[in-house]
Structures are given as structure tokens and as C-alpha cells.
């Protein structure tokens, strides 16, 4: 349906084990942004990540709900990343990955040996143009983390060393072993694209004509929200972090959460097919 429009980059070092030989360089955020190609990507270096933004959320629909791209040029020479998601931009949730491939030998930077079938919810497990699926079903109930509603997604390089100092570990404390060391540029995962297939329908009226009516205040507050709007009906809805629905009802200009835990919170208020969502903080 998309792909993303923003992405901010922090490059990892070349080899994690050589402080001294520099970061990661190839590429720039730019590259991660719009469409596939299998040609143009940024690396992100030992340890590195890549943060990608949307137009519109993602969202937790049929089937796998986005897809990450890599430049992998033969099926056993995988560069592999961890991934995670937010809803909000700051707190964020990694998809539980296996890896089974053998951890006794590593895998030089030049090798193709590794096993995609030994490969799961693992960024970079299939070929350049091929993308690699993720199911936000699977961290459906995750709190602090609405899977309507996924703002950012991250790639973090897998440091694909098997020694213990700077090894990282599958969901069942499994080694990773992939391409390394990769002393080059061109260092660690290469972020081709992040692509949408389930992503939640923009507000056609929200910015110009809803949302020009409409304010919710104060942003931070202890007790009371207040609902300034010249409609004459609208619905109020407010979620939790964990996209838990804890107010519902109609017509109404004053929310009292004294109720409420202290947190963030997501007043919706919808009029028809249009809604406006804003972010509240309960102290």
C-alpha cells in the first residue's frame, strides 16, 4: 500500500571489535525511503539502526502487515537485523526471532552458508526485492504498545560474531551467526526500503476542516480534558498505551480521568468518517 517517508539512521561501526577502523558509510537515510530497487540502500554498521516514519500508522490487519527490505545478492549471505515497533515514538517492542543456524563456525564476510529456513522474524532473511514479512498480530496484547496504531518501526543490525563479548541472541538465547567481520563501508545490514501492506486510512477531513475545529487541552493534565468543538454530533473514544479502550461516550465538552492511572493516553474524537487523535499525558 506504502512505504515509508522518513528515516533517521545511526550508523555502528565497521567491525564492533576495532573501535579504531571507523563507522559504517555507505548510503544515507535517504536510500531506506519510497520503493524498493535491490540497488540502492545505506548501511547501517555493526549495531547500527535505521528508524523508519509513515505517512499513516501502520496497522495490525489480514495477514503480514509490512515488509523489510535487504540488497542480499544469493540466498545464504544474509545480513540480519532485529526489528522493532512503537506507537508512540519512544517505547518499543522487538519481535521475538529464532535462529537456529550453527553457531560453532562462523560465517566470514564473504560466505554464503547461512540457512533462511533456520530464519525467523529476522530482517534481511530473503534476497534483494524479495522483503521479509512481520505480523503485528504476533505482539497483540503487548503493553504500551498499540499494534493499530505503529508509528515507527526499527532495524537494528545483528552483530553476526559468535564470540560471547559481542554476540547477539535469538528469543531462546541461540547465538545469531552471520556475515562478519565486515571491516568495509558497506558494514552491516543494508536497508533497502520498508514496505506497508496494512496501514490506517488517512483522516480525509482531519487537518483542513475537522481538526481546524476542534481542540483538546490541556496536553498535560492531572484531572480534566476539555473538548472545544463547534460540531453538534461527535463521539469521544480514549485508549491506553496498550490500545485498551478506558473512556467511551457522546456529547460531552469535560472528561474527568481522575479514575485513570497516570500515563499517556489517546483522545479520539469523531464526527461522522472524520476523527482527530491527540496524545494526552495524565500526571
Given at each position: ?17 576495532n ?21 540502492d ?81 529476522l ?12 505480523d ?16 515507527h ?105 481522575k ?25
Open positions: 500500500m506504502n512505504w515509508a517517508v522518513g528515516c533517521r539512521v545511526t550508523r555502528g561501526l565497521q567491525d564492533i571489535s573501535p579504531g577502523g571507523g563507522y559504517a558509510s555507505y548510503g544515507d537515510s535517504s536510500k531506506a525511503i519510497g520503493p524498493a530497487d535491490g540497488a540502500v545505506v548501511s547501517l554498521g555493526d549495531a547500527g539502526s535505521a528508524t523508519l516514519t509513515f505517512q499513516s500508522p501502520v496497522t495490525n490487519g489480514p495477514g503480514y502487515d509490512f515488509c523489510i527490505f535487504e540488497n542480499s545478492f544469493d540466498p545464504g549471505f544474509l545480513e540480519l537485523g532485529f526489528v522493532e515497533v512503537s506507537s508512540d515514538g519512544i517505547n518499543y517492542t522487538r519481535f521475538p526471532a529464532t535462529c537456529n543456524v550453527q553457531n560453532t563456525v562462523q560465517i566470514g564476510p564473504f560466505d554464503t552458508s547461512s540457512d533462511p529456513a533456520k530464519i525467523n522474524n530482517a534481511g532473511k530473503y534476497i534483494a526485492n524479495y522483503g521479509t514479512p512481520f503485528l498480530q504476533e505482539l497483540a496484547g503487548t503493553p504500551g504498545l498499540d499494534v493499530t496504531n505503529i508509528t518501526i526499527r532495524v537494528i543490525d545483528v552483530v553476526g560474531c559468535i564470540q560471547p563479548q559481542y554476540a547477539r541472541y535469538d528469543k531462546n538465547n541461540n547465538i545469531i551467526n552471520d556475515l562478519w567481520a565486515t571491516p568495509f563501508a558497506s558494514s552491516g545490514f543494508d536497508l533497502d526500503a520498508v514496505g506497508v501492506m496494512n496501514q490506517r486510512p488517512l483522516g480525509i477531513r482531519e487537518s483542513a476542516e475537522f481538526g481546524s475545529r476542534l481542540h483538546i487541552y490541556p496536553s498535560v493534565t492531572k484531572d480534566e480534558v476539555f473538548i472545544s468543538c463547534n460540531e453538534n454530533d461527535f463521539q469521544i473514544e480514549i485508549k491506553d498505551i496498550s490500545g485498551k479502550i478506558v473512556f467511551s461516550r457522546g456529547m460531552i465538552r469535560v472528561i474527568n480521568l479514575d485513570l492511572e497516570s500515563g499517556i493516553y489517546f483522545v479520539t474524537v469523531k464526527n461522522g468518517e472524520a476523527s482527530v487523535t491527540r496524545k494526552i499525558v495524565k500526571q
